[in-house]
């Protein structure tokens, strides 16, 4: 099983992009949902995060006020809506879903997830 990560691209600062994350074979509506990524040389960091009913979402402080985490069930997408790009922001994006149906809480820990998806490549120039 795995998730489908799409909508990345290279922009300027300042700019905005809308990464979604779909499944073929996860009803994504049962997960919590969290979106990650990994810079060169870096290592792989949580971004944001979106737990099952009711929808609380969480977000690294760095991306707080800029980027929006949401799902549509009738899609079976989940987004992450990202606005007022930064350089620093460069990275691959990864979406991955966590499947211990626990209500109502956001994890974000990479180790807690289950699925994952292939990744988007996110470029920022300055």
């Known amino acids: 099983v795995q998730l489908q990560a799409s909508g990345g691209g290279l922009v300027q600062a300042g700019d905005s992009l809308r990464l979604s994350c779909t499944a073929s074979e996860l009803t994504l509506e049962r997960y919590a949902m969290g979106w990650f990524r990994q810079a060169p040389g870096k290592e792989r960091e949580f971004v944001a995060g979106l737990s099952r009913r009711p929808s609380i979402t969480d977000y690294t402080d760095s991306v707080k006020g800029r980027f929006s985490i949401s799902r549509d069930n009738a899609k079976n997408t989940v987004y992450l809506q990202m606005n007022n790009l930064k350089p620093e922001d460069t990275a691959v994006y990864y979406c991955?879903?966590?499947?211990?149906?626990?209500?109502?809480?956001?994890?974000?820990?990479?180790?807690?997830?289950?699925?994952w998806g292939q990744g988007t490549q996110v470029t920022v120039s300055s």
């Open positions: 991955a879903a966590e499947s211990s149906l626990s209500w109502g809480v956001v994890f974000t820990t990479d180790a807690r997830y289950d699925y």
